[in-house]
């Protein structure tokens, strides 16, 4: 199975940014969706944002203009750029890519925005 290993968590302070890594042990499908939740205490899991096998990308409301998903192939990663960071976004962060025969997820990574 596929194996991600994510990074780039930790505490940051109100208005800075982060880079959130997902490193796959195999190369990642082109026919994948990517994507990024994040799951806040007691609330549930929310999407954050995701690229399509065709490419499009789509984030949550709360995220638009501050955050970025990309995908490194040479590195085969799925990255998030988080900019601007609020109190809000605290939260544990996963990463997730879906196949036509299997979803694989990271183990999460804490995001903690201080004010």
């Known amino acids: 199975q596929v194996q991600l290993v994510e990074s780039g968590g930790g505490l940051v302070q109100a208005g800075g940014s982060l880079r959130l890594s997902c490193a796959a042990s195999?190369?990642?499908?082109?026919?994948?969706?990517m994507s990024w939740y994040r799951q806040a205490p007691g609330k549930q899991r929310e999407l954050v944002g995701s690229?399509?096998?065709?490419?499009?990308?789509n984030y949550a409301d709360s995220v638009k203009g501050r955050f970025t998903i990309s995908r490194d192939n040479a590195k085969n990663t799925v990255d998030l750029q988080m900019n601007n960071l609020k109190s809000d976004d605290t939260a544990v962060y996963y990463c997730?890519?879906?196949?036509?025969?299997?979803?694989?997820w990271g183990q999460g990574t804490q995001v903690t925005v201080s004010t």
């Open positions: 195999a190369r990642i499908s082109i026919v994948s969706r």
């Open positions: 997730s890519i879906a196949s036509i025969s299997a979803v694989y």
């Open positions: 690229m399509t096998p065709g490419g499009s990308k």
